[in-house]
């Protein structure tokens, strides 16, 4: 299969991974590179040895590229993508999809309108772990779903980033950085999303930067560092999750786990691509390991955009797609709604996982 010519913008952090495990990509070819500040682009391009450099408009107008990564903050993901997808692109952007949930629709329609793909991250449930609890699932080994509980408690990116300030503002705090992971392994492993009620709160509202150059640097902390809430699932499966940035001391407890009408499944963290699937039988006090379908590596991140590209060039449908991101980013805004409101939340978005499961050496891009 013919690699696809691609261009990513935004040359921060993570670029250096999708960077690395694209070089090893026999689908995608990335030729060219581009951020806001020239040289943060051209330092890029010299260190992974990518040809060219340019500034966002001009790698736009590369006649070459139909694929553009968008890896620059949340606050400008969905314009991004919406210059992508004007430009005639395919898109693959980092999450959220948006920070607005008008935003996420009007990509969503963009790119139905000009019958081109945007996929969105995370891409981690296409990795072992979640692909071998999904196999559980749908193979009985618990039975029914009936309840499930997810947890990301720590005590915030502040301590360890030198830039925190983006996790604070709107599109940030722990549901809008971590909760895409959590939220996406729960939909392709249960389905959609049904209702939600939640309350949240910021509660350590005085923070400061402890890293780098800015440390001692006081943080303005404009959303929900704390979210607590219960969601419905359409299959009847009714799960409790939290999310939170204020959590001081270390917690025990497990990251998901699914209970079932025979048994309960212990899920790895949903950041990482691997991890043991556990099951503990009804009556069992201990648990077993799932063997998993087929071994990755810890970070594969970019293996959704490969299996995009597989997609188009076969006229197929690829998992990381708009819709679910759309789906996630509408469960996210419900969380902060429910508690503003005092209600529940009912989705008016919808989404059915696709029902094959493609796994194998074909889409993993670089083990780690």
């Keep these: 299969m013919k690699r696809m010519k691609a261009g990513i913008i935004g040359c921060g952090n993570i670029s ?7 070089q090893n990509s026999p689908l995608i070819e990335v030729v060219a590179v581009a951020d806001l500040l020239e040289e943060r682009a051209e330092a890029r391009a010299d260190e992974f040895n990518i040809e060219n450099a340019y500034n966002v408009d001009e790698l736009l107008r590369q006649p070459e590229i139909e694929l553009v990564f968008n890896l620059t903050v949340p606050g400008s993901h969905a314009l991004t993508d919406m210059a992508i997808l004007e430009a ?28 081109l793909r945007v ?35 720590g005590r ?58 800015k ?27 939290i999310a939170s940035f204020d959590i001081q001391g270390a917690s025990d407890l497990p990251r998901i786990e699914i209970y079932g009408t025979e048994g309960t499944l212990i899920l790895p963290d949903p950041n990482f691509f691997n991890g043991d699937v556990k099951l503990r039988r009804s009556g069992e006090e201990t648990a077993e390991l799932v063997e998993p379908l087929f071994e ?28 679910l991101a759309y789906h996630v980013l509408e469960a996210m805004h419900a969380f902060q709604r429910s508690s503003l409101e005092g209600k529940h939340i009912t989705l008016e978005s919808t989404f059915e996982p696709d029902e094959d499961l493609y796994h194998g050496t074909d889409i993993t891009i670089h083990p780690s």
């Design 215 to 241: 440390s001692g640097t006081p943080l303005r902390v404009q959303t929900p560092t704390h979210l607590a809430g219960t969601m419905d699932f359409h299959n009847g499966a009714i799960v409790t999750l």
């Design 16 to 22: 250096a991974v999708y960077l690395e495990n694209l």
């Design 88 to 115: 005639g692109k395919h898109v693959y952007s980092e999450k959220p999809l948006a920070v607005s949930l008008e935003d996420g629709k009007r990509v969503l329609d963009l790119a139905k309108a000009k019958k």
């Design 296 to 323: 990755c590596g810890k970070n594969e991140r970019g293996i959704g955009a490969g299996e995009m590209v597989r997609a188009i060039r076969s006229e197929k449908n690829h998992r990381a797609n708009v819709e």
């Design 156 to 213: 915030g990116p502040e301590w360890w980033h030198t830039d925190p300030e983006f996790f604070y503002a709107a599109g940030g705090g722990p549901m809008f950085d971590m909760g895409p992971y959590y939220l996406t392994s729960l939909i392709h492993v249960l389905g959609p999303v049904r209702r939600i009620s939640s309350s949240v709160g910021i509660q350590i509202p005085d923070r400061y930067i402890h890293s780098g150059p």
């Design 119 to 153: 996929g969105c991250a995370p891409d981690t449930f296409l990795g072992a772990g979640i692909q071998t609890a999904r196999y559980a699932i749908q193979n009985g080994m618990i039975g029914q779903p009936v309840a499930a509980t997810a947890f990301f408690m």
